[in-house]
Structure formats: structure tokens, C-alpha cells
């Protein structure tokens, strides 16, 4: 099983460049997670999605956004990227469940590189 | 609002010795509450997760963590480290707030073992 794959791994930008990254998992989970990770600062969350069609702001989202046209992928975008968007990016999914504890699972992450 | 502390960004232990990563949450409602684990260059794994059926978790590889609700406290136990082991461990609490729809994250504690 793939479970959550993301693209591409790595990516250096120039200052004002725009890039997305691709979410995609193949576990049929109906929620759906963006994150940045940063030293000493834990997983932030950006965006989220609890549905297709659907999005909800996280803790970090200005200088994002994200769209989830498919229930299977979860995209997020950089319109203008900047030197503090430099970061390690981690998707994530999660089933519903009758369990509210469901537990999330994660891609490997993208390393994006800002100059 | 809830949060999670992490006490210790860095621990070392030997080879063999007991691991202990501590973990305290605020929540005035029992939590949702799990601990993660990440190496290098991955995303992050699920070691284990609380339920509220048992206060002593069992996780992979030998992990288990105690909730203590008088204490608001679940550290994360391993009665002898492996070289293996070495990682960066994530506490995590779902956010009650949110329908226990997201997690919030501690900082994170690194684990180095030496022989």
C-alpha cells in the first residue's frame, strides 16, 4: 500500500516564484492535513480539508492555500513564495470512523527550499 | 485553549537503559492523546495512542506510555534503548475545539542512544 505519497520530495524557489505540492493517499480517508515542520517548532497545521469540496483554515494559513477537487488528493499552494515559507511540508489523512481518536497517518514530507 | 509541552528537546541515554520522554497536556475533558515517531528524512509514525479503555498503553517496538490524569501526563517509557530508537519523538493531543478533527503538537524531543 502507498498509503500518503507526496510530490515532489524537493524544491529550491526564487523569491515571488509560485509552486503547488501534491497530496495524494489511496486509503479512502475523508480527512485530509497540511503541515509545516520547523526546528524546534513541532507540525503546524496550514490547512485542512474534512470532506472533497472542502476546506478550513489551520494555524498558520496566510501565504497558502489549497483546493481538494478529489477526495484522493489534497493541494497546497504558494502563489508568492518568501524566505520564511522555507520549511519541511508533511500531508497528512485521517478515516472518520465511529472512533474520534483515529489516528493520522503521514507522507514522507517535501523540502522546500525558499532563496 | 489545549496544548501540549514536551519537556527536554534533547535526551541521550546508552544503549540499554530505560527511555523516558515526557509529555503534559491542558485539557479540562479527558483527551485524545498519542505519541509519534519520526526518522531521519520521514514522515512521522504512530508509536501509540490512548483509548480511555486502559491508562497503560502498549505501542511498536517496545514503547508504552501511562496516562495520568492527576498529573496531566502521558510520558512515553522503554525499559532498554536500542540504537534504533534514535529519533525525534512528537506528543500530540487532539484539540477538542475542533471535534477532535485536528491534532496539536508539542515541539518535539530528539533521542540520541550511544553505545
Known amino acids: 500500500n502507498a498509503g500518503v505519497t507526496q510530490t515532489p520530495k524537493f524544491r529550491v524557489l526564487k523569491t515571488g516564484q509560485s509552486m503547488t505540492l501534491l497530496c495524494a493517499q489511496d486509503?479512502?480517508?475523508?480527512?485530509m492535513y497540511w503541515y509545516r515542520q520547523d526546528p524546534g517548532m513541532g507540525l503546524r497545521l496550514i490547512h485542512y480539508?474534512?470532506?472533497?469540496?472542502?476546506?478550513a483554515k489551520g494555524e498558520v494559513p496566510d501565504g497558502y492555500n489549497v483546493s481538494r477537487l478529489k477526495k484522493q488528493n489534497f493541494l497546497l499552494g504558494l502563489e508568492s513564495a518568501a524566505p520564511s515559507q522555507t520549511s519541511v511540508y508533511f500531508c497528512a489523512s485521517r478515516a472518520i470512523g465511529q472512533d474520534s481518536n483515529q489516528p493520522q497517518h503521514f507522507g514522507d514530507g517535501t523540502r522546500l527550499s525558499i532563496l | 485553549a489545549q496544548s501540549v509541552t514536551q519537556l527536554g528537546s534533547h535526551v541521550s541515554v546508552s544503549e540499554g537503559a530505560l527511555v523516558l520522554l515526557r509529555c503534559n497536556y491542558s485539557?479540562?475533558?479527558?483527551?485524545?492523546l498519542f505519541w509519534y515517531v519520526q526518522y531521519p528524512n520521514q514522515g512521522l509514525q504512530l508509536l501509540l495512542k490512548y483509548t480511555s479503555a486502559a491508562t497503560l498503553v502498549k505501542g511498536i517496538n517496545g514503547f508504552e506510555a501511562e496516562f495520568k490524569k492527576s498529573e496531566t501526563s502521558f510520558h512515553l517509557t522503554k525499559p532498554s534503548a536500542h540504537m534504533s530508537d534514535a529519533a525525534e519523538y512528537f506528543c500530540a493531543v487532539s484539540d477538542r475545539a475542533g471535534g477532535y478533527n485536528k491534532l496539536i503538537f508539542g515541539a518535539g524531543t530528539r533521542l540520541a542512544v550511544h553505545p
Open positions: 480539508s474534512v470532506g472533497e469540496g472542502t476546506t
Open positions: 485539557s479540562s475533558v479527558p483527551p485524545y
Open positions: 486509503m479512502n480517508h475523508e480527512y
